[in-house]
């Protein structure tokens, strides 16, 4: 059953997929097609930087030049990265159960020195403090639970914070202190977290690591959406180039806003007729 007209689901991508989306949508947005007038967007990690963006009414090409920012920059941690992919690669282990020990991991040795540097940078990023009235939606993961949350403008946690902790993948990031609790990156709930679309009639999904991991975990949630019309949109081989092989390289980040701004050239003829088309009811 459809309760509203257009949902965007915004995924995971670290430093590249969040320039690259942010192109992708400036560029859409030049040729008269905005992603943000979705009426509900769904942001997680790198997805939750560009749909507050999005959601709060700001032109996403801000974000051209906005990761060199030496003073807010976080260093990361490959060993803690490493020991983080090997839980999630676990197939013995319970999806609770890993979620958690990556989260013993992420909670070992928290600076809070990198935490207030990861909550100015997104700060920066988003040039927003308040939640929109936009319905917009940000995941999570309690990093002692495991447990997802998913906030929005009602939840009564920052709009920076929230979207920090989104986008605090452990060994890119540390978790993110909310109302005495620690939390990890959304993309720990279930990757790009289309479920949380559901009753939408037209919907569209972007994904800047699907070159990176299967589609059946999409498509599964995409099945549970039910959406009348679905536009998934990943990365074209170009891109993919311009990525390199580290998603978390801020070196990347022009070239990938570029290539993502290319892109959208090709997804506007993709996209137009579906998020144009007039609703059921009009």
């Known amino acids: 059953m459809h309760t509203f007209d257009r949902a965007l689901v915004l995924g995971p ?3 590249v997929g969040t320039a690259w989306m942010a192109g992708l949508a400036h560029g859409l947005r030049r040729d008269g097609l905005d992603l943000g007038e979705a009426d509900l967007i769904v942001g997680t990690s790198a997805g939750a ?3 507050a963006l999005l959601a ?3 032109d996403p090409g801000r974000l051209a030049t906005s990761a060199r920012q030496p003073a807010h ?3 990361a941690d490959p060993g803690r990265m490493g020991a983080v992919f090997a839980v999630l690669g676990d197939r013995s282990l319970e999806p609770g159960e890993a ?3 990556v989260g013993r991991i992420a909670l070992d040795g928290v600076d809070p020195r990198a935490e207030e540097a990861l909550i100015a940078g997104r700060a920066a990023l ?3 403090e308040v939640w929109p009235e936009r319905r917009l939606l940000i995941t999570a993961v309690d990093a002692t639970s495991g447990e997802p949350v998913v906030w929005d403008r009602d939840s009564g946690v920052p709009l920076v914070h929230a979207v920090a902790a989104s986008s605090a993948f452990p060994g890119a990031a540390p978790p993110v202190a909310v ?3 620690r939390y990890l990156d959304g993309a720990l709930r279930a990757g790009p977290n289309a479920d949380l679309a559901a009753g939408a009639r037209r919907l569209v999904v972007v994904e800047p690591m699907a070159h990176l991991f299967p589609r059946e975990p999409l498509d599964q949630q995409l099945a549970a959406v039910g959406a009348d019309t679905v536009v998934t949109i990943g990365p074209d081989p170009a891109s993919v180039d311009a990525f390199g092989p580290d ?3 801020l070196a990347a980040w022009e070239p990938a806003y570029r290539a993502g701004l290319r892109q959208a050239a090709d997804v506007e003829e993709r996209l137009r007729p579906m998020w144009r088309a007039e609703s059921d009811a009009a």
């Open 126 to 128: 988003l040039g927003a």
């Open 13 to 15: 991508g670290s430093h």
């Open 99 to 101: 979620k958690r020990r």
């Open 247 to 249: 998603m978390g390289d």
């Open 73 to 75: 920059r976080v260093t």
């Open 56 to 58: 709060t009414g700001q």
């Open 179 to 181: 109302d005495g609790r």
């Open 49 to 51: 930087i560009v749909g």
